[in-house]
């Protein structure tokens, strides 16, 4: 695909989404013009010639789709993908509890970006968590909190288009807007799985979630888990 052809690539890919308003592509395509390749914005008229076309390609389409989708109202789809979470739909009864998330142990936040080359992300709303590690495969950080309501998890990882987490849901998730951008919310339990890498590639065996929040924040997608409302879940997830 040429450079001229990719904001016509674009603009069809919007239009085939019900609902799209008219000029809404245009608007998302100026945002990506006047993108640096690192995502940051740039404060004067852009010279298109000056980024690649690797990554406009790169930055273009993940914001098209992040913004597309918050037009489309929640529907339960068979498999969807979201940057390393996959969400499935799953028959039979939903589970109507779920235990605690497993707590985190291990290691330091030092540590753990030093093993998976990231700087970890910690919501000041939060504080310093009780317990960190690191997945065997070296890709996810997890910490945990301990808290009146119950044990908070946050697992984390550098954005990826394979996933690393497997969502069998029984209820439509639900879009939510965090610091501007697009996440997923999911009110009640389901269940969760974990890709392992490490090695032969093997899902974990699943295990019942419980409401969960699920964004994407400087490159990492984020998994919330255990915070019991939507409002109070945007808003650790925002700090």
């Known amino acids: 695909m040429s450079d001229d052809a990719l904001p016509g690539e674009l603009r069809a890919l919007g239009q085939a989404v019900p609902g799209a308003p008219a000029g ?4 998302v395509m100026s ?13 004067s008229r852009p010279d298109r010639r000056g980024i690649p076309r690797r990554w406009r390609v790169a930055v273009a389409v993940p914001l098209l789709l992040l913004a597309l989708v918050a037009l489309v109202p929640p529907v339960r ?20 509890t779920a235990p605690a998330p497993p707590a985190a142990r291990g290691t330091s936040l030092t540590e ?6 990231f700087t970890p992300s910690v919501p000041t709303a939060l504080g310093p968590p009780a317990g960190v590690e690191v997945s065997p495969d070296r890709r996810v950080v997890s910490m945990t909190w301990e808290r009146p309501g119950g044990r908070v998890r946050l697992d984390q990882f550098a954005g990826s288009l394979s996933p690393l987490f497997v969502k069998s849901v029984f209820d439509a998730a ?3 807007a965090v610091r501007g951008d697009t996440g997923l919310w999911f009110a009640r339990p389901h269940l969760v799985q974990v890709i392992d890498r490490s090695g032969a ?20 997608t984020l998994r919330l888990e255990g915070i019991g409302t939507r409002e109070e879940a945007v808003a650790v997830a925002s700090s």
């Open 77 to 96: 789809a068979e498999v969807a993908s979201w940057f390393g979470i996959e969400v499935r739909s799953a028959p039979g009864p939903a589970p109507s």
């Open 31 to 43: 945002r990506v013009v006047a993108a640096r390749p690192d995502g940051r914005p740039v404060a």
């Open 174 to 176: 639900e879009y939510v």
């Open 112 to 117: 753990a970006a030093r093993r998976v080359g």
């Open 24 to 27: 809404f592509v245009d608007d």
């Open 201 to 220: 590639e093997h899902v974990l065996p699943a295990r019942p979630a419980r409401a969960t929040l699920v964004w994407q924040a400087g490159g990492l």
